[in-house]
């Protein structure tokens, strides 16, 4: 294998031009893979942000609901009849619903995702909440989440320069009194958090013990798995009991099943292979065209079909790795321009690296062997 290498390499920078034309090729099949997974993995990662912080072991939902961009209510009754389970330590309602926000800036409204929790008792493991839990148990105050987009006003720089923060939220007038961080996410452009009872006061058409989320703690050194099958067989069918586990692979699976985005940005990476491939199976192709009365007088001599096959493979290998570096130093510019526009938590993975270099050896190895076709016509009797 080492002694077949040079001759593949030196066969593949013959031609400067046309080893650049490969390489900006696999590059840019690189970076639309990239672009796509990057923001499939953003959809997926910035929609189960709240479901991740959630201080909890089980959650409990209407059963009609699909995701947190359309929840339906249910009684809370059903939560505190979880407390008949010497398991659970404590149950904890949650609010959820869309409201208008308006901003105090131009005057211009926008949807805002607000959450309504009981102020005694911190649900949320989110830079912000813990220390301005208290200042919620007063009317009409909420906590502004500063991740949310530019859209919504100035929030966030005037409040940390000490300014007094107001606007309207459902045409009630409401005080800013804190920042946490959340996220925005492809269902909230911006978050809000307040206690239960300014929840209502906003929503003055919600009844109360109406919730949508129910979080259950359970005591220490309990099985969670176990508790959340008996409290299936012990709660009515029209509530769901789902781990919190469970909670975030439910929200995933929406996205991911129950609307286009998820199939939009997988057939985008696929496209992306198909391109690549294209792209070098025709440098290939060429290559071994130009080249194919010294690939003839190689078999004449007695080289084998194989022999030649591993030459063609090592030049797509190499192609593939070289490849790579560009298309991947490219994206991290992309991810962080990508990240200021739209705010969504747009990274590099390991994961995604990895998945990105193993597609792009395998988008290379596939065009070699197509391509390696061709040296079947070189006979070295049509040359000799």
């Known amino acids: 294998m080492n002694q077949k290498i040079p001759l593949a390499w030196l066969q593949m920078t013959r031609d400067k031009t046309r080893l650049a034309v490969a390489l900006a090729g696999i590059g840019f099949a690189d970076i639309l893979m990239f672009t796509q997974l990057g923001f499939r993995d953003a959809l997926y990662y910035s929609n189960v942000q709240l479901h991740s912080s959630l201080k909890g072991d089980i959650v409990l939902i209407n059963r009609q609901s699909n995701a947190i961009l359309s929840m339906k209510s249910f009684s809370q009754r059903r939560l505190y009849k979880a407390l ?18 308006k901003n105090p800036q131009t005057g211009r409204t926008r949807t805002i995702l607000i959450y309504g929790i009981n102020p005694e008792v911190n649900l949320f493991n989110l830079p912000g909440v813990q220390e ?19 859209e919504y006003g100035q929030i966030a720089t005037n409040f940390d320069k000490g300014q007094n923060v107001t606007t309207e939220v459902r045409r009630r007038k409401i005080k800013v009194v804190g ?25 003055n058409n919600r009844q109360r013990g109406l919730v949508d989320i129910g979080v259950i703690q359970l005591k220490p050194g309990a ?14 069918q029209d509530v769901n009991v789902l781990t919190k586990q469970e909670f975030i692979d439910f929200e995933r699976h929406y996205w991911a099943s ?47 079909q194989n022999y030649l ?3 063609i493979l090592q030049e797509a290998l190499l192609l593939a790795c070289l490849g790579y570096l560009p298309g991947w130093f490219f994206t991290m510019l992309m991810y962080q321009k990508a990240k200021e526009a739209t705010l969504l938590p747009i990274f590099m993975s390991f994961d995604r690296a990895i998945t990105v270099l193993i597609l792009t050896i395998i988008m290379c190895f596939i065009s070699g062997a197509i391509a390696v076709r061709k040296l079947r016509s070189a006979d070295p009797a049509d040359i000799f």
């Open 258 to 304: 129950s609307t286009a985005i998820g199939f939009i940005f997988s057939l985008g990476t696929i496209m992306g292979f198909i391109v690549g491939t294209v792209i070098v199976y025709q440098i290939l192709y060429t290559e071994v065209s130009d080249h194919l009365s010294e690939y003839a007088t190689l078999k004449a001599i007695g080289y084998t």
């Open 223 to 236: 099985n969670v798995n176990a508790v959340a099958q008996d409290l299936r067989n012990y709660l009515p």
């Open 309 to 311: 096959l591993m030459v």
């Open 179 to 203: 920042l946490f961080t959340l996220g925005t996410s492809f269902g909230a452009d911006g978050n809000l958090i307040t206690s239960d009872v300014n929840f209502l006061r906003i929503f």
């Open 132 to 150: 301005n839990l208290d200042k919620l148990k007063l009317p009409d105050t909420v906590l502004f989440d500063r991740s949310s987009r530019q």
């Open 84 to 101: 008949d389970l010497p398991a659970v330590q404590s149950v904890h309602p949650i609010y959820l619903d869309y409201t208008i926000w």
